[in-house]
């Protein structure tokens, strides 16, 4: 039996550990701090797969890192198909600003502040504000800003993005890192846990992204930072080198090969 985090795993696990004739368990871990349901059952689980190196070190004893599994097609994305896509400027150097499917409110409220203070004759602003907000941002688009409720092909636009400004849920941090993108993370306070302050530390730590923590975001500081990564490019590129070393490309197999490794030995 496998679980992938969260309650609605906790009860197959539960059951598969209780019988007499316990079926072997793995948890998958997607987050840095292991999730309530991975702590419960980590003592019964004959191997954790783990998204990144846990980040207070616990249950290591059982923890193999293999990435989070991530659709196949996310790194072969086309700057020329973001820029037909989106009308983006090919030479111009490229923010891209999203709050998961569904936008971020904070996030959004956060950029459209800052959003006309950016030199438009070099950088332009992809921004993505999710269905429910983009009716009340949309006004903010011009020749070097695009507004736009969702992204279909994500590929594309962390592609031609040189910096990446966003929340870090976990699966949001395995494609940027697997992209080898250097980020401006500013965490969702309210996650659980706060796991998502503990993934964005993840990164920081690593040298490849900028944490801003919601409570310390403001207009002044979200410029500044932007404006100083995407101005300076032996940053960025010492960022996307530490990015591109945290991403697990072959997430998928080295779980499948970590499986079948163990189904030989029941």
Same mark, same amino acid.
């Given at each position: !039996?496998? @679980?992938?985090?969260?309650?609605?795993?906790? =009860?197959?696990?539960?059951? +598969?550990? #209780?019988? /007499? %004739?316990?079926?072997?368990?793995?948890?998958?871990?997607?987050?840095?701090?292991?999730?309530?349901?991975?702590?419960?059952?980590?003592?019964?689980?004959?191997?954790?797969?783990?998204?990144?190196?846990?980040?207070?070190?616990?249950?290591?004893?059982?923890?193999?890192?293999?990435?989070?599994?991530?659709?196949?097609?996310?790194?072969?994305?086309?700057?020329?198909?973001?820029?037909?896509?989106?009308?983006?400027?090919?030479?111009?150097?490229?923010?891209? !600003?999203? @709050?998961?499917?569904?936008?971020?409110?904070? =996030?959004?409220?956060?950029? +459209?502040? #800052?959003? /006309? %203070?950016?030199?438009?004759?070099?950088?332009?602003?992809?921004?993505?504000?999710?269905?429910?907000?983009?009716?009340?941002?949309?006004?903010?688009?011009?020749?070097?800003?695009?507004?736009?409720?969702?992204?279909?092909?994500?590929?594309?636009?962390?592609?031609?993005?040189?910096?990446?400004?966003?929340?870090?849920?976990?699966?949001?941090?395995?494609?940027?890192?697997?992209?080898?993108?250097?980020?401006?993370?500013?965490?969702?306070?309210?996650?659980?846990?706060?796991?998502?302050?503990?993934?964005?530390?993840? =990164?920081?730590?690593?040298? +490849?992204?900028?944490?801003?923590?919601?409570?310390?975001?403001?207009?002044?500081?979200?410029?500044?930072?932007?404006?100083?990564?995407?101005?300076?490019?032996?940053?960025?590129?010492?960022?996307?080198?530490?990015?591109?070393?945290?991403?697990?490309?072959?997430?998928?197999?080295?779980?499948?090969?970590?499986?079948?490794?163990?189904?030989?030995?029941?």
């Amino acid at each position: !039996v496998i @679980g992938t985090g969260g309650y609605a795993s906790a =009860l197959p696990l539960f059951m +598969a550990t #209780i019988k /007499k %004739n316990s079926i072997p368990i793995v948890l998958q871990e997607q987050n840095s701090f292991p999730g309530i349901t991975t702590r419960w059952f980590a003592n019964k689980a004959i191997m954790i797969c783990a998204a990144f190196k846990f980040y207070n070190g616990s249950l290591n004893h059982k923890v193999v890192l293999t990435g989070n599994p991530i659709r196949n097609n996310i790194i072969s994305g086309k700057k020329s198909l973001a820029c037909n896509e989106y009308k983006l400027d090919m030479h111009k150097k490229t923010v891209f !600003v999203f @709050g998961g499917s569904q936008g971020s409110a904070f =996030l959004n409220k956060s950029i +459209a502040q #800052i959003i /006309k %203070n950016f030199d438009d004759r070099t950088i332009q602003i992809l921004w993505q504000t999710g269905d429910n907000e983009y009716h009340e941002y949309k006004r903010y688009m011009d020749d070097s800003i695009r507004v736009v409720p969702f992204i279909n092909d994500m590929a594309s636009a962390y592609a031609i993005s040189n910096l990446i400004v966003c929340r870090s849920g976990a699966l949001t941090l395995s494609e940027v890192t697997i992209c080898g993108k250097p980020s401006i993370l500013i965490p969702f306070a309210a996650a659980a846990e706060n796991h998502q302050l503990k993934n964005a530390k993840t =990164l920081y730590e690593a040298g +490849a992204s900028f944490l801003i923590e919601e409570k310390d975001l403001d207009s002044n500081s979200l410029f500044k930072n932007i404006n100083h990564l995407i101005n300076n490019k032996t940053t960025l590129d010492e960022m996307s080198s530490a990015s591109k070393k945290l991403g697990n490309p072959n997430a998928t197999k080295k779980i499948v090969d970590c499986l079948m490794e163990l189904m030989s030995d029941v």
